[in-house]
């Protein structure tokens, strides 16, 4: 196994490392300033900042570096530690047309789309000009087993009608996202992974209702937001299924797996920020006679999430060479591995930054609050552990079964 990165992206690697210290990180105050801070998303607008800072990404030749290698971008491999420099800034990831939910609802649409759907809506959202959200988790049933979904998309002669409620639909607040892809039961009477499709619905479709953000941990996420959506009797072309009826969970897992090693690679770099931000701290301040770094079991505690971080890593990009190399199915359980072990890794390194800080390591002076939130989040989002672990279990036993045959 080679995890190093080809040298094309070692050199995207520079040129972005240098983006974000010169225009990313010194415009994020700036950036959350210009927030209003208002639950009502309908008041919330992009800040001017982040428009600027686009058409200098794109002007740079950082743009849309997650597309994948068969679509004239980058391996898994390669695009995995441009995604780490990425986390290190909540921004970062839109300002180089990379942010979720947005890259993994092109990766669709290129990979599954027609040319009549590119043209409408892959288009744009390549172009930066709209957002998109991604609508599949449900409030009335446990989402974490996606068969249970009771949203219905229904066709009806030249149309599709979508009915139910979504919920955690991120992105749907942001003043630019135009349409939602939505995951709705086509056919109750096939297997329980060929009953669902995805469909395209722009936003302004009548019976289309964003009813609320939904807060994290007293957040609103603002302006890209995570809200609470109602589908009433919505009449769209059948035009807008994705690559046909029932063809739902297929989509599903072919979006997944590289979208999981995006979050992930984000994740590390959320933690080494962390991290760099508690060992500053822990040398700049004393109490006792002493510097923070050397009191108690805080050197510990540095060196223990330096070795997380580093296997967190390295799982990661063996993940993402398995991909690449063999396949999603064949990364199946690595995928889930690092989506357990990574969410929990930069929590720990935010939670341990936090306690260095002191109190005020809880408010808005510095990030960690947020990225805390962030890590903690990533344990439920795209499944919650528990899933994955099932997975992980199921995976071995199953390895472990023809071994022994």
């Known amino acids: 196994m080679d995890f190093a990165p080809s040298a094309h992206s070692q050199e995207l690697g520079g040129k972005l490392a240098r983006f974000m210290a010169d225009e990313i990180l010194p415009a994020e105050k700036g950036w959350f300033e210009s927030l209003n801070g208002s ?56 300002v180089f047309n990379c942010n979720a939910p947005d890259t993994g609802n092109m990766e669709v649409l290129l990979r599954y789309g027609s040319a009549e759907q590119k043209e409408r809506w892959l288009e744009p959202l390549l172009a930066g000009r709209i957002r998109s959200a991604f609508c599949m988790t449900e409030p009335d049933v446990a989402s974490s087993d996606a068969t249970n979904m009771r949203a219905t998309a229904t066709p009806d002669g030249d149309e599709i009608v979508l009915n139910g409620s979504k919920w955690w639909s991120t992105g749907i607040g942001h003043p630019h996202c135009k349409v939602a892809i939505f ?3 086509t056919d109750p009477d096939a297997d329980p992974h060929h009953r669902h499709s995805m ?36 009449r769209v072309p059948a035009s807008n299924v994705i690559l046909g009826p029932g063809r739902g969970f297929e989509i599903a897992q072919g979006r997944l797996g590289p979208g999981r090693i995006h979050h992930c690679m984000r994740a590390i770099g959320a933690a080494e920020r962390a991290l760099g931000l508690l060992c500053t701290r822990a040398l700049s301040r004393h109490a006792f006679g ?81 990225l805390y939130a962030h890590a903690r989040v990533l344990r439920l989002a795209d499944g919650p552990d528990e899933v994955h672990r099932a997975v992980i279990a199921r995976q071995e036993l199953k390895m472990q079964k023809e071994k022994a045959s």
Not at 39 to 63: C, H, I, S, Y
Not at 292 to 321: F, H, P, S, V
Not at 326 to 347: C, E, F, T, W, Y
């Open 39 to 94: 639950a009502d998303w309908r008041t919330w607008r992009q800040p001017a900042v982040m428009e600027n800072l686009k058409e200098r990404a794109r002007a740079a030749g950082l743009w849309n570096l997650f597309l994948p290698e068969d679509e004239g971008g980058l391996s898994n491999q390669d695009y995995a530690p441009l995604a780490e420099i990425m986390g290190h800034s909540f921004i970062a990831p839109e």
């Open 290 to 370: 002493k510097p923070l770094a050397a009191l108690g079991g805080n050197g510990d505690i540095i060196a223990d999430l330096r070795i997380a971080i580093e296997q967190a890593r390295l799982l990661t990009l063996k993940a993402a060479w398995t991909i690449d190399t063999q396949g999603i199915k064949a990364a199946l359980s690595l995928v889930s591995q690092i989506k357990v072990i990574v969410p929990a890794v930069a929590q720990k390194a935010a939670d341990a930054a936090i306690q260095i800080h002191g109190a005020a390591g809880l408010s808005d002076d510095f990030p960690l609050a947020a």
């Open 183 to 185: 995951m709705g039961l």
């Open 199 to 234: 469909v395209l619905c722009p936003l302004d479709a009548p019976g289309v209702t964003v009813e609320r953000m939904l807060p994290v941990f007293g957040s609103y996420d603002e302006p890209s937001g995570h809200g609470q959506v109602r589908f009433d009797h919505v």
